[in-house]
């Protein structure tokens, strides 16, 4: 059974979810989730939870840059490695998708990546908000370009984020 909680955040609720022993997903309200709801359940107790909540909210406090969150995304051994690169950009720094294939030692898998950073489950923890295009332009991120900017924003003191307490 997976278990689930909302929490309330500046760029609109956030769904997590976690197998009990690590966070498996940190999705923007809307969009889908591994199963169907009917194998959730609440997840008001669950101490992952508890904690990836807290850490949010010291996040968008401005207080924390780096999570530090048992996780445990399922992909395929590509996107795997997507995910783990997208954890080394710095805090308030960009990398475009072609910088992060050439990290990957895949200097013409842009596409690619940019495949696998759009199937991330665990947005915000996994910064996949750090990763523009070539040209600098903020492109491609599925919770919308605008929460994109505002992730930015933040990191880079550009915007200061309340995070109501729930």
Excluded at 87 to 102: F, K
Excluded at 138 to 156: H, P, T, V
Aim: charged residues 15%.
């Amino acid at each position: 059974m997976i278990e689930c909680l909302t929490v309330a955040a500046p760029v609109g609720d956030l769904l997590l979810l976690s197998n009990g022993a690590a966070l498996t997903h940190c999705l923007f309200a809307g969009e889908s989730g591994p199963l169907s709801a009917a194998h959730w359940r609440d997840g008001s107790n669950s101490p992952v939870l508890a904690e990836a909540r807290r850490q949010l909210q010291a996040y968008f406090a401005r207080e924390l840059r780096d999570f530090s969150l048992p996780l445990a995304p399922e992909g395929t051994a590509f996107q795997l490695q997507v995910w783990q690169q997208l954890g080394l950009i710095p805090y308030g720094a960009t990398w475009s998708y072609g910088e992060l294939a050439r990290r990957l030692g895949h200097p013409k898998a842009a596409r690619a990546v940019g495949m696998a950073n759009s199937r991330n489950p665990l947005s915000i923890i996994v910064p996949c908000h750090r990763v523009i295009g070539g040209s600098g332009a903020l492109i491609g991120y599925g919770g919308g370009l605008e929460r994109k900017a505002m992730l930015l924003d933040l990191e880079q003191g550009r915007q200061t984020l309340g995070l109501p307490m729930a």
